[in-house]
């Protein structure tokens, strides 16, 4: 399963992260900075959300296989 650390800017005391629709955690910002640690990736499009009650952003990433594993090597 493919997994990405996710740092996220907020001028919030604490983020919750969610991952596809699933809500993996909450954690407290430190100096502005929440890093969630090996957050789980599927593999296509992942749409990841950041929020704190009303407030909240989203981004979707793209995972894709790198083509070296695709293609078989003689």
Known sequence: EPRADVKIYTNQPQITLTVNG???ATQ??????VIFKSVPLNPGV???QAENGAYYDRVRW????????LIPTP
């Open 22 to 24: 699933a809500k993996l």
């Open 62 to 69: 793209a995972y894709t296989t790198p083509m070296d594993t």
């Open 46 to 48: 992942n749409t990841i």
């Open 28 to 33: 407290n910002a430190v100096n502005g900075v």
